[in-house]
């Protein structure tokens, strides 16, 4: 059994947690500093306690003066599953609300048009080569690809490994996402066939590898490494928000959605048929999430497709936030 340095009273539990959750195929890695944090809280200000009471639970529902809302947010969530573990196995112990943190407001997501993703995807197919890293054009130019085409989250992809990777089929897997879930994303052929080159040419210079999309350093690409060509490219195509701002990377996720979504409603196509379909391979928790992308249609394609937008509006949260 690996050791995670775990030192409060709750060392053993922590421990059995993580290897349960790794036994059921959570990477879970991402997690262990905010397991490591609260058994440090538990060690200096609760030695004595065994139990997961009410009162530690409130004190690590705290948000830090320089923490952000999701952070806390994440914070609680893995408290709650630790809390759930505890019961399973025989413990008492105090399961925070879930709704203890209101979500932030949304952020409007940037669309592209298709026109940009092209421009986006020539510029990066032209990227001055560098010696030092001679992969580098060649994984970026697909990464781009897969955000839009395939509507991942960043992370999603850039932590793909090779064994994730399906080309015979067609197929990612993406190992514990956002809420902790695996899913399974199935790819077009046109992508596959685009992948299978990519993987081709980078197996040439690289030879075998963990990661699909592997960074300069041996790990796996740093958001950094992609960021930063990302928002030169898009102040060179004059890519900008209504109030002159670089779009984020991420928005070529609800870029996919949102067209998909285009295409469907000027087809004719019963939404509630398909919506859902789109729900689980964005991987979205609730079905509210994909409706939101409704409302980023044009009015003027609303208008023409006919379609009736209030009758979701009920399915949409007061609150809403920034997956």
């Known amino acids: ?22 036994s059921l195929g959570f990477q879970y890695d991402g997690y262990i500093k905010y397991l490591k944090r609260f058994d440090r809280l538990c060690s200096e200000k609760f030695p004595l306690e065994t139990q997961l009471t009410r009162e530690i639970s409130e004190v690590w529902a705290t948000k830090s003066p320089t923490e952000n809302t999701n952070t806390l947010r ?20 105090h399961i925070l609300p879930s709704d203890l943190v209101k979500r932030p407001a949304r952020y409007r997501p940037y669309i592209y048009s298709k026109d940009d993703v092209s421009k986006i995807w020539s510029e990066f197919d032209n990227l001055r080569e560098i010696k030092k890293y001679p992969t580098r054009q060649i994984i970026l130019s697909a990464l781009v690809r897969v955000f839009y085409c395939c509507g991942l989250r960043p992370i999603e992809a850039r932590r793909l490994r090779v064994s994730d990777v399906d080309l015979q089929i ?10 902790c879930k695996d899913r399974i994303v199935m790819l077009a052929d046109d992508v596959t066939e685009y992948l299978r080159e990519y993987d081709r040419k ?27 060509n990302f ?28 067209h998909r979504l285009y295409e469907w409603m ?36 609303q208008s023409i497709s006919g379609y009736d937008l209030s009758k979701y509006e009920n399915l949409l949260p007061e609150v809403i936030y920034d997956e």
Not at 77 to 92: D, H, P, T, V, Y
Not at 237 to 245: A, E, F, V
Not at 246 to 254: A, F, G, I
């Open 74 to 93: 994440n914070r609680i969530f893995l408290l709650r599953e630790f809390a759930k573990f505890l019961i399973r196995s025989g413990f008492e112990a």
């Open 266 to 301: 000027k087809l004719g196509i019963n939404l509630n048929e398909k919506i859902q379909y789109l729900s689980r391979y964005l991987g979205h928790a609730q079905l509210s999430d994909t409706y939101y992308y409704i409302h980023l249609v044009p009015e003027q394609l």
């Open 231 to 258: 928002f030169q490219i898009c102040r060179k195509l004059g890519i900008c928000t209504i109030n002159g701002k670089v779009p984020r990377m991420y928005d070529l996720r609800h870029t996919m959605a949102t």
């Open 202 to 228: 980078i197996t040439v210079i690289s030879g075998k590898r963990e990661w699909f999309f592997p960074g300069p350093n041996g790990g796996f690409c740093p958001c950094s490494w992609i960021n930063d």
């Open 1 to 22: 059994m690996m050791v995670y340095e775990f030192n409060s009273n709750f060392a053993e539990s922590l421990t059995k947690f993580v290897e349960q959750k790794k």
């Open 170 to 179: 067609g197929r990612f897997f993406i190992r514990e996402s956002k809420g």
